[in-house]
């Protein structure tokens, strides 16, 4: 289905054919109202996990194509979950009912969310992917998680098989490293002990060579966001968007192709503007991330623009080729990997790729690769600090 030069139009052709991606979002936007003899069922509560601003679900829309959405209390425009004929459908309020799954949660999560401990307040699963969300203390001398727990939670989570990949999402830090000294020993442990890959979400350092370092302590993909991630220290160290530019461009003479990305999101600003910042970050080799947020007003042009920049960001990866194997289905995100969910018929709509992760034959041999190149790579980094005799 082609975009045309009208709004109205493209809008319209939206209601009659919606998409698994119009879902997605219309889930984020006006949350979900689950009665309560369906919550009450073992396979809905089985997915139910608290969170902020409130409890949240996991729901399948399609095979890799998976939304987080906020239980609230039924009111006008909620979507409503329904159970017929033992199938659990997805009502949004026009158009026909959708067939949806519940995400469990592991039972690793399960109980650590009764624990109600801080270890518990900052994991979360999206996807294959198991998020730790970490911070300085004291001064900037130590984490807020301890090492062995989070070891710990690791190894629950793929000896449950409810994880893939590591993300290590560290908080704004105000050292030249932003707690670099602090996650190294953590990548490192995860990498000795598990074979994975590890990601690191984070403000980019003050010195570039830290980069290098970053790759050569053992994160496989770097995400410096370009939006939506807070970075305003109270002392005035601001992170611009020319820093955080300028380093991604230089990861990405670092990181292997295709895993360095950025998060954009897609507010009030003309659609020029934001396939703009998705061209030049694509021809430069990063892969942008459309971060969907909640608005505080629903409308069918909500969709239309997003649909407009999903087509817009698949067609530039394309464009770029820059592989998209090391992505992976995103809760609140739109990736190259998913566009065609929001731009195709639900019946043909699929990844654009088949992630790394979901392959025992193609994860053992990007392992393989990354190990060999992360060598090599240490080896230049130890040779050139050397020639300049640090």
Request: charged share 25%; glycine share 8%; proline share 6%.
């Amino acid at each position: 289905m082609n975009a045309t030069n009208n709004p109205t139009q493209d809008i319209e052709t939206d209601r009659r054919v919606r998409t698994y991606g119009q879902l997605k979002l219309e889930l984020i936007q006006r949350g979900l109202f689950v009665p309560g003899e369906i919550l009450a069922a073992p396979d809905v509560a089985s997915g139910v996990c608290p969170g902020a601003p409130g409890e949240e679900v996991a729901l399948t829309l399609a095979e890799n194509f998976i939304v987080k959405a906020v239980l609230k209390a039924d009111g006008e425009g909620r979507m409503r979950l329904k159970l017929q004929n033992g199938a659990l459908l997805l009502d949004s309020g026009d158009g026909e009912d959708e067939e949806v799954g519940i995400i469990p949660l592991p039972q690793f999560l399960k109980n650590l969310m009764r624990e109600r401990t801080p270890l518990s307040e900052n994991i979360c699963l999206d996807g294959y992917c198991l998020n730790i969300f970490l911070r300085a203390i004291d001064k900037g001398k130590k984490l807020s998680l301890s090492l062995d727990g989070i070891l710990s939670i690791v190894q629950s989570a793929f000896e449950e098989g409810a994880a893939d990949l590591v993300q290590l999402n560290m908080d704004y830090c105000g050292d030249k490293d932003r707690g670099f000294q602090l996650l190294s020993p953590v990548v490192e442990a995860i990498k000795k002990k598990f074979k994975t890959f590890v990601a690191l979400k984070g403000f980019p350092p003050q010195e570039k060579r830290t980069i290098d370092l970053m790759y050569a302590a053992g994160f496989d993909l770097l995400d410096f966001p370009l939006a939506g991630f807070a970075g305003a220290d109270p002392a005035g160290d601001i992170v611009s968007s020319a820093q955080v530019s300028e380093s991604l461009e230089y990861a990405v003479g670092i990181f292997p192709q295709g895993t360095v990305w950025t998060e954009l999101v897609l507010g009030p600003e003309p659609l020029d503007l934001i396939k703009k910042k998705i061209d030049d970050l694509t021809r430069r080799g990063v892969i942008p991330l459309l971060k969907l947020m909640p608005t505080s007003m629903h409308t069918a042009k909500d969709y239309w623009r997003v649909k407009e920049v999903a087509r817009h960001l698949g067609e530039a990866a394309q464009r770029d080729k820059l592989p998209l194997k090391w992505l992976y289905p995103n809760c609140r995100s739109v990736s190259p990997l998913d566009t065609k969910y929001f731009t195709e018929d639900p019946k043909s709509a699929q990844l654009a790729a088949k992630p790394v992760y979901r392959s025992r034959l193609g994860k053992k041999a990007s392992e393989g690769f990354a190990a060999l190149r992360r060598k090599l790579r240490i080896k230049d980094v130890s040779d050139s600090y050397e020639s300049a005799g640090l």
